[in-house]
């Protein structure tokens, strides 16, 4: 029997729903019932009516789907797996704002350790940040941890004031203007669809700003036949299996986070037979981090 077999007939026999994000492998991507964004892998962890969850990603991601589903297991291939942006904001950082701006809402990217996120009033996730910011009554936002993507959010939303930290993705930091132009020289008219993790430059001589499912449905609905993609090349997999007669450019080569990349098939399979490793969390720490992940459930409704 082959791997992706054997994959199957444990995750059916052990009661297993398989997520990932577009970022992981495209053979991991293949074998998954559910494969989505940052904000509907979250909004599907509330629906899943399997007794466990193999969660194929960053471990913030799972660390969500346990948040969120306390009562569930939740195993992931490899629990190293992890977003270095998750780590780049300090609570002390957070005390002092609070301290500084006494009404201020602490809006916390998913991307986030689930500490951070028990300190924060809502999450959001590149979808749905703008429609989640404007909805709060607060004038004073702490945008934690992305800068970039609290840079994009500040210019749709001006009628509030941004309170900006400056943690980043290493991997869409690294896409410059030069690239984008580059690129468009060598496929003029074709048009350039960015996720919101780039740089603020970048992100001005892109067509299409947008988080990866938001990308992938732009590219799916549009005319053009060629595309320049600014994010991570994971979502080659789905734009082609959507779109198998239109091209994607990765406007870098190399768009790679090498942390989605641990996950093969290699360790589902290990961890569909030894049902580990496990996301274990303190009792006391999911229930304060589920507070703003419901809100922006809510929120982003
Ligand atoms: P989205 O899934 O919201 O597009 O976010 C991308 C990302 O960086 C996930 O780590
Ligand atoms: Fe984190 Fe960037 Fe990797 Fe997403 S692509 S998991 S933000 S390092």
Redesign the pocket.
Known sequence: MDKVQKIMELKKEKDVVIMAHY?VDGQVQALADHVGDSFALSKLATTVTNKNILFCG?KFMGESAKILNPQKTVIMPDITAD????HMVEVEKIKQVRKMFPDVAVVCYV?STAEIKSYSDVCVTSSNAIKVVKALPNKDIFFIPDNNLAQYVAKQVPEKHFIFNDGF????KEITKQHILDAKGKHPGAPVLTHP?CIQEVLEVSDFIGSTSEIIDFATKSDEKEFLIAT?TGVFYELQQKNPDKVFYSVKGDQI?P??KKITLDNVLAALENFEPEVIMEEDMIEKANAPLVQMLELAK
Do not use: G, K, L, Q
């Open positions: 970022y960053v977003c270095p942006m998750a991307n993705c290493p991997i869409h993790e991570e986070c942390d989605m």
